[in-house]
């Protein structure tokens, strides 16, 4: 009776984001990844903001979620190119997350997007955990962890050298593939928005096609640059409006005295 907790050697808490790596050491397989996942994060952000006025949100990027603890952890990790995750605090004891740690706060990401540099093979990979743990070093699918273990409930695929998206919807425990609607977007109604391709450059990339959301009346939702030319514009056309509509008040006042009569008396 006189033993001690230290003495019966509980096993230690679950590891949380700051003990576990923040990458699987691999390089970005392309270059349009980083301005790809920009452009989501930022044209989505005033819909984030109004759905999550408290700020309980965050946005992933090429960051791990660690849903298994492994040797090495970094096998008991998916990695999307871009998720979201609501309900939850964008920081963690005042620290920025370095990967997101699923059996630490349960809540799964509402929407993952993967951008395949191939054909997609990866990212529609099924291989369950058992038969990957069979073999030396191998990982389950991603589609498989996705949809059994994680349960995202939107899952997207961009082939960009194909120029091809395909979103999956959690139904009844399975991937269900969605068909796009009358504007090619596949709707994501939690988020009201949709996804879709948009044709169009960005920073210095050539014109291209780019993943981007829109609203459920099919607008596009800007980024922040895109956003402000449209305010530039707007606040040089009703400059333009007044300045001819003075020059019409003044080609009146002209008219008016050359008939005798001055516009300035009431």
């Not at 230290?6 to 699987?24: N, R, Y």
């Not at 699923?102 to 038969?131: C, F, H, K, M, Q």
């Not at 961009?158 to 139904?171: G, W």
């Not at 607008?219 to 402000?228: P, S």
Request: proline content about 9%.
């Amino acid at each position: 009776m006189s033993e001690t907790l230290a003495d019966i050697g509980i096993p230690p808490q679950f590891p949380d984001h700051t003990q576990l790596p923040e990458s699987d050491g691999t390089f970005v397989k392309n270059f349009q990844e980083h301005p790809q996942t920009v452009i989501l994060t930022d044209s989505i952000a005033q819909i984030l903001q109004r759905l999550h006025p408290d700020g309980q949100y965050c946005i992933g990027q090429d960051c791990g979620i660690y849903w298994r603890e492994t040797e090495p952890p970094e096998k008991g990790a998916a990695a999307p190119d871009w998720f979201y995750v609501p309900g939850v605090p964008p920081r963690l004891d005042g620290k920025n997350r370095r990967s997101y740690v699923l059996w630490r706060e349960y809540i799964p990401p509402l929407i993952a997007v993967e951008l395949a540099s191939g054909n997609g093979d990866e990212e529609r990979d099924v291989t369950p955990l058992p038969l990957a743990g069979s073999r030396e070093g191998a990982k389950p699918g991603k589609f498989w962890v996705y949809e059994r273990i994680i349960r995202i409930p939107y899952y997207a695929i961009y082939e960009i050298i194909n120029d091809k998206l395909e979103v999956y919807h959690l139904v009844d425990f399975s991937y269900h593939k969605m068909q796009p609607n009358e504007r090619g977007h596949y709707p994501i109604t939690p988020l009201g928005v949709e996804l879709g391709l948009w044709q169009g450059s960005y920073l210095n990339n050539p014109e291209q096609f780019w993943l981007r959301w829109w609203d459920l009346e099919g607008n596009l939702l800007l980024i922040g640059k895109e956003e402000a030319e449209l305010q530039r514009q707007k606040a040089q056309q009703a400059e333009q409006r007044a300045e001819q509509a003075e020059q019409k008040a003044a080609q009146l006042a002209e008219r008016l005295r050359a008939m005798g009569i001055d516009p300035d008396v009431e």
